[in-house]
Each structure stands twice: as C-alpha cells, then as structure tokens.
C-alpha cells in the first residue's frame, strides 16, 4: 500500500488557512482571553474589591535621589443602583514641598471606550521634621451617573504635573 504525500507547499498553506479560521473564530471572545487590557496601564475593574492601581508623579530631584511625590498603589469602587460611580484611591504622599496634584481616575468598557472619569485635588503640605515624611493619603472619586457604568471593565489612574 502507497501513502501519498502532499507537496510542502500545500501543507504550509493548509496550515496557514486553518490558523486564520481558528483566530477568526475566536475573536468575539478575545476580551476572556486577552490578559491586556485595551487600555495602556488600566487594571480590570472589581467592583466593592480593593484591587492594585498603580501611578506615579513625575519624578523630581531631592538632593541626589529622584522621587515621586504622589505614588497611588491601590483602588476600591462602588457602582450603586442608581448607577452612581464612586472609589477611592490610595497611595502615599512625600510631604517635601507646597504643591498641588490633580488625580485622576478613568473607567472604560471592554474594548476601551471611555465611559467616565473623576479628579481629586491632592495639596502637599511642608512638613519639616529633618526627614521626608510619607503620608498616607486617601483620595475620593466621584465619576456621577450613569446606565454606562454598568458596562464598566476597565480603570486606569494618572497623577497630574505638580502646580505651585
């Protein structure tokens, strides 16, 4: 008995199609797959979970370190039924200067369309004690009212330049 063997080129080509309709297939559900959200640096939203949400100040020269003022490390958010959006971000801030940050928070669906954002003003006191001191600080978010936010997914976090 003869087997008969297909030429190299009609199994590459073969293979090539059976992967196109294998992706092609799956790609309603890339969001269950895909570990990356479709938001650079945005961490999956877990509603009433406090979850890790990294973002940091620019940093800036203290004699010959280089600091972030403003390191947010976690977040918790609620969705209540009336659809209101509320967290709260926490982080620890170096009390090295007067100054104040805007934080920022921004939630968005599953494929990256924004459905709202909030801000909180951050003011850094100058505490001298012959050390930087780091304070804990907790900052609420209050994005308003929606139907969208129930579709919420996705949050990302940014600190603002820092204004005098």
């Known amino acids: ?3 008969k063997t297909m030429p190299r080129i009609q199994l590459i ?10 992706l092609m297939s ?16 945005a961490a999956a939203l877990k509603f009433d979970q406090q979850f890790d949400l990294p973002a940091y100040s620019k940093p800036i020269t203290i004699g010959t370190e280089k600091l972030s003022v403003v390191k947010i490390g976690r977040g918790t958010f609620h969705l209540d039924d009336q659809g209101h959006l ?6 620890g801030v170096l009390q090295f200067h007067k100054m104040t ?7 968005f669906d ?3 369309n924004l459905l709202g954002v909030a801000a909180h003003k951050l ?22 009212i929606s139907d969208r936010f129930e579709s919420a997914r ?6 603002s330049d820092h204004t005098p």
Do not use: C
């Open 123 to 144: 003011q850094v006191r100058n505490i001298r004690t012959g050390a930087i001191i780091t304070l804990l600080a907790e900052m609420p978010m209050d994005f308003g």
């Open 26 to 41: 799956t790609a309603g559900s890339a969001t269950a797959r895909n570990p990356h959200p479709p938001v650079p640096n």
């Open 86 to 91: 509320t967290g709260t971000l926490k982080g």
């Open 154 to 159: 996705y949050v990302a976090a940014g600190v």
């Open 13 to 22: 080509r073969g293979s090539i199609t059976a992967a196109a309709i294998l």
């Open 110 to 112: 599953a494929t990256g």
């Open 1 to 3: 008995m003869k087997i």
């Open 101 to 107: 940050y805007w934080i920022h928070a921004a939630v």
